[in-house]
């Protein structure tokens, strides 16, 4: 999984008519230090992420591995919200 | 998924079978701030996309998910057209 | 789908037994502009394509949807040879 | 499969319900002498990793082929708990 | 597929059970003149391949499409031990 931060929402109104009611956000890759970097995704919302909040995000088939995006053509999506992480011990980030 | 902007058309007569009727658009990724980047990808359109619209992108098994590419070779697809997206509260781009 | 153009052939005659019978193309990848770039892939051939032929790649579990490749562990494939391309409405490659 | 450190742990309280009980860790990359990169990726630990250990990560739907992460939405998973590795004869680890 | 060289192999002796009896082999990416890059992949060998052979790599899903992968957690596996190649007419590699 990679490790993100919810920064913006993408709306899309001619879509895949499967796709009605899944929002999109917009995920900037953060390093292990918490800090954003220049990659980003954009990702279908399976936990009602808001914006600030550290996410976890799986992609490919398995993006698809939800009740909400099953069989859907979606290839990335937030399946956690991250409360903390540790690096060697140390506390890298609290929610 | 992928932010892309439609910049152009490729034509092939000699395909696999399952893929006549299909458009193949050249999709250039943005940042996120919309500026075109210097990756691209060839994309099947599902969505009926115009050239200069912003799309999203499914890549993978999951560009298999649509009506149109169903079982057939093809590892990329349009699958939203953007009006709109914001980053930090401000709005980035809108169609 | 990768935009490239076939610059060579690899053989192997030590190969799963199911790959028997299949052409493996050495692809390199090219710019919008029709330029090779220094990556390339190794993909089965679907097409019968010939020598500096551009052609459209698919790859992962896609490259195992045609005839050709269906259930073998083949994960790139030639499935369309490039006839034109154009960019921003101009023309980049004619064969 | 990518070979790698145990080097944290990401802790989610809010996440799909299916994939309660999985331990997600942060794994470093590292290069073919062991040192760390600055790539990492977040992996489900099917194994009982420690902090310090070199693993092997496989990815996308072969994530999904353990007891532990079958069918649930995991894109990297911990199979393996690296023992040793050589390059050209010479032993670069032992744990 | 990827072009690589086997320059090393991974020991893991606790592993996922499936695992039992496959050998992990550390292959190094080439160039297409057979040069050694700082890539590597960490690949299930199906093929007996020795050090310093040329070999192709299938990855992801398509990995697990041989009678040694099939439903492992592997998403790299040697489906092919190289001959030769050639570029451009001109021959790169001979075994």
């Given at each position: 999984?990679?490790?993100g931060k919810v920064v913006?929402?993408?709306v899309s109104t001619r879509?895949?008519?499967?796709?009605?009611?899944?929002r999109f956000l917009l995920v900037r890759l953060v390093d292990t230090e918490?800090?954003?970097?220049?990659?980003?995704v954009v990702a279908a919302d399976a936990m009602g992420a808001g914006p600030g909040e550290?996410?976890?995000?799986?992609?490919?088939?398995?993006?698809r591995q939800t009740t909400m995006t099953q069989n859907k053509?979606?290839?990335a999506v937030i399946m956690a919200i991250v409360d903390?992480?540790?690096?060697?011990?140390?506390?890298k980030y609290v929610k």
């Open positions: 999984m990679n490790l913006g929402t993408v879509k895949e008519p499967v796709l009605e009611g899944i918490g800090k954003e970097t220049s990659s980003f550290m996410v976890l995000t799986a992609a490919g088939s398995s993006a053509p979606v290839d903390t992480w540790d690096i060697d011990g140390k506390t």
